[in-house]
């Protein structure tokens, strides 16, 4: 089983700029995560999506980042513009919600320097 | 919403000693705790859960106990080896709202 797939692996961008992330959950996942994890902290959830509806995105600044989950599939996180605070590891994970088992399975992440 | 703590946020064992991690949460609508590893660049990855009406699960040198009284739950290791050397995340989840909140994590080192 193909797990949860993200690109790209690493970004350096200076301030101001923007990115854009992009995730694949595992087949058959309905619902998906955006997480940040700063260096040393755990993962913070940003948003959540069941299928292409926004679960949660109550912690998601929402003045510089965005996110859409288009055919309820992929999955893309976007920063505009970045500010040096977002440099973090963004991972992406997904999980077999209708089975109830709880269980998140994440990809490798996103590891974003702001220069 | 949820507060998930973890104690300690660095810990260093001898190899064979054992190594406990300790998490409290706040939501008593939690019903799901599992704890992921997360090796260095690596994705966390599940090692063991427990749900909320279990009180202890134990999988070879790896056990998890839950006292929803006092809304704390611990990551039990026996016999430490050198590849358990890692991050440790606790988290609680409400399966029913698909949430899970996690602690800031414990790095685990064990010494040859």
């Known amino acids: 089983e193909a797990g949860v797939a993200q690109s790209p692996r690493y970004k350096i961008i200076e301030k101001r700029q923007s990115v854009a992330f992009w995730c694949n959950p595992i087949?058959?996942?309905?619902?998906l995560y955006w997480y940040q994890q700063i260096l040393g902290q755990g993962p913070k959830l940003l948003i959540q999506?069941?299928?292409?509806?926004?679960?949660?995105d109550s912690q998601l600044p929402k003045d510089r980042f965005s996110a859409e989950r288009l055919k309820g599939v992929d999955s893309t996180l976007k920063i505009q513009p970045a500010k040096l605070e977002d440099s973090a590891v963004y991972l992406c994970a997904s999980s077999l919600r209708g089975a109830n088992t709880g269980e998140l399975f994440f990809g490798e992440g996103s590891r974003l320097t702001v220069l | 919403g949820e507060n998930v703590e973890q104690h300690p946020s660095t810990l260093s064992v001898q190899e064979g000693d054992s190594a406990v991690i300790k998490c409290t949460y706040s939501d008593s609508a939690s019903n799901y705790f599992p704890w992921y590893k997360q090796e260095l660049g690596k994705r966390p990855q599940l090692i063991i859960d427990?749900?909320?009406?279990?009180g202890e699960k134990k999988d070879q040198r790896i056990a998890v106990t839950l006292n929803k009284t006092a809304k704390h739950f611990s990551l039990h290791i026996t016999e430490t080896q050198p590849e358990d050397s890692a991050v440790y995340f606790c988290a609680a989840a409400n399966t029913n709202a698909g949430k899970s909140t996690f602690g800031d994590g414990t790095t685990l080192t064990v010494k040859p």
């Open positions: 427990i749900r909320s009406n279990v």
């Open positions: 087949s058959g996942h309905a619902t």
């Open positions: 999506f069941q299928n292409n509806g926004v679960v949660d």
